[in-house]
């Protein structure tokens, strides 16, 4: 078999190991059958030499026996034991004779058989391994031509798709040419090894018969050899499941990790990039979100955009709250994580549909006849169940958002001392728990189909200003909110203490994953690399400014990936 030159990948990633696997099992291969005639022949001079050996012994045993049977001072018995079992080693030697002549001849056979049917098979295995490596030589060439040719993205994402493509050719069929080896090379072992097998079941059927004059040294002969046997069978068994189990666990690592490029440059910044160019539309906010959970990058990337934030924003007042890449992803991220966390409130926001009139304070707003003081107390007391709900339900706080907001906390406080709840509390309200409440019909709480009215959106809006200057600890300067203060003033050291408490992070704080890998990897992984491949330009464009150096690796990595995306979620044949 030639040795292929390895050079010219892309990436380091080339399965020389695996090609120099197959050369190895075919050298093995063709080295056991050469070996076949030595040990025929090595059979044929052993079995003379021990059939030699056991006659000797057993004439001898006889002589024993004859000469045991004339002393007189030996008990008779002795000497008759002694001649019987000469005469049962006779029958021994014959029985093993016999397998022994005929086991050379078997083996020859056994080497005709494999070089008349297994090696023709093995050799066009091997050799369409040698085409596919051909093949992807030359792809690989093409993709290094398109890699040099600037600003042509499409042009490098084709030839990296037909690279992979030819990759994965080349693989299945040097998996193929190894399994085709190894399984010839297994059942040649097995056909000598059934030989063997044979006739030690001859000889040990043979030496069975001595049992009666051998009772203690047999006993303890073959009690020991069988143990062995069984011993050794054991570990053949433990070695095979070992060697299955390496095997396994090596093919899930690269199952878990092949779209481990993809989660890099994402996390690096193309998903800033898409987001940027998809105008941070809902939809690609929660591909990115359930993509990252399941493979464990949401959470760092989290606080990576907040620790960044931090060191960005000149005041706490305005942390999170421009409408740029750090906090579409992380109110994207943490609507979804929170979402059984803020549920409880839904019941609260149908009371206020169900009468939204009766929370409008502005005289300038109400009808003629309209109790003002009566709806500044039903305000009041929406806005205490609110709070009341969120305070009460912190032990359902996901221990993902605990973190976050102690790690907001952290920077907060060390860049604005004094400033760290505000921060936290700003945040929490503003930009998670108060546009729940305004929206209940984006964040699924309230029936599928029911968009609140202007009254309905305007109670709902009321309740939200009073949490948000509660949790900003800024009192109410309108006139007609003012009678909010003394309410304000009674609330604001139970918001103090829910603060304090919702950024330690307990042991039993529960943890909530939006998907598993299994099911992004079947529904989301495939929608989001179709949407970037759509929108590879402009997301390319978006990365000229500041991450310039994942331009040319996302076609790349978008290339292979394509290819486990087709393979593994085949899209249906249009129709003709």
């Known amino acids: 078999l030639p040795r292929p030159q390895m050079n010219g990948y892309i990436d380091a990633k080339e399965p020389k190991k695996e090609y120099d696997t197959l050369c190895k099992r075919w050298k093995d291969m063709a080295h056991f059958i050469e070996e076949l005639p030595k040990i025929s022949a090595s059979t044929k001079s052993a079995g003379a030499s021990t059939g030699s050996a056991r006659r000797d012994i057993q004439d001898g045993l006889k002589v024993c026996g004859q000469q045991l049977q004339s002393d007189l001072s030996m008990p008779l018995s002795v000497g008759h034991a002694l001649t019987d079992i000469g005469s049962l080693l006779e029958m021994v030697n014959d029985k093993l004779f016999e397998g022994e002549r005929d086991m050379p001849d078997s083996i020859s056979r056994v080497a005709s058989d494999h070089l008349n049917h297994s090696f023709p098979a093995l050799k066009r295995s091997v050799d369409e391994v040698a085409k596919s490596h051909a093949h992807l030589q030359s792809c690989v060439a093409a993709c290094e031509t398109a890699s040099n040719t600037p600003q042509d993205h499409h042009r490098l994402y084709t030839a990296a798709q037909a690279k992979y493509a030819a990759q994965h050719r080349y693989d299945c069929r040097l998996s193929s040419a190894l399994e085709l080896l190894s399984s010839a090379l297994a059942t040649c072992e097995m056909d000598v090894h059934r030989l063997l097998i044979h006739t030690s079941e001859a000889a040990a059927g043979a030496m069975s018969t001595l049992k ?5 040294l047999e006993a303890g002969t073959w009690s020991n050899t069988r143990a062995l046997l069984e011993k050794r069978k054991e570990d053949y068994a433990q070695e095979e499941k070992l060697e299955k189990e390496q095997l396994q666990h090596q093919q899930d690592k690269q199952y878990a990790e092949r779209y481990h490029e993809l989660l890099d440059l994402l996390c690096e910044g193309v998903a ?36 960044h934030e931090v060191d960005t924003t000149s005041s706490p007042a305005t942390l999170l709250r421009e409408n740029n890449f750090a906090s579409k992803m992380t109110i994207g991220y943490l609507k979804l994580i929170t979402h059984n966390y803020i549920s409880p409130i839904s019941e609260i926001i149908q009371q206020i549909l169900n009468d939204p009139k009766s929370y409008e304070v502005d005289p300038q707003k109400t009808g003629e006849g309209v109790d003002v003081e009566a709806n500044m107390q039903t305000l009041i007391a929406a806005s205490s169940a609110f709070l009341d709900t969120v305070v009460n339900s912190i032990e359902n706080a996901p221990k993902v958002l605990r973190e976050l907001l102690r790690h907001l906390y952290d920077g907060a406080e060390k860049k604005w001392p004094g400033k760290g709840y505000t921060a936290v509390g700003g945040f929490l309200f503003l930009r998670l728990i108060c546009p729940a409440l305004v929206f209940p019909e984006k964040n699924n709480l309230v029936p599928e189909g029911v968009v609140p009215d202007n009254d309905g959106r305007r109670g709902l809006m009321l309740v939200s200003k009073a949490l948000q200057n509660l949790a900003n600890g800024k009192k109410f300067r309108e006139p007609y909110m003012e009678a909010l203060n003394e309410w304000f003033d009674s609330r604001v050291d139970s918001l103090r203490a829910y603060l304090e408490e919702i950024i330690v992070v307990p042991h039993y704080a529960p943890v909530f994953n939006l998907a598993t890998v299994d099911e992004v990897n079947a529904n989301e ?16 464009g978006k990365l000229e400014r500041n991450h310039k150096e994942l331009i040319p690796k996302l076609p790349i990595v978008l290339g292979q990936v394509t290819r486990w995306v087709e393979v593994e979620n085949p899209q249906p044949a249009p129709k003709a």
């Open 212 to 216: 009666a004059k051998m009772d203690e």
């Open 272 to 307: 800033e990039g898409l987001l940027n160019a998809a105008d941070g539309d809902g939809r690609s906010v929660e591909l990115l979100a359930r993509v990252l959970d399941a493979y464990d990058r949401g959470y760092p990337l989290m606080m990576k955009v907040i620790a």
């Open 525 to 540: 992984i495939p929608e989001l690399v179709r949407l970037l491949v759509e929108k590879i330009e402009p997301v390319c």
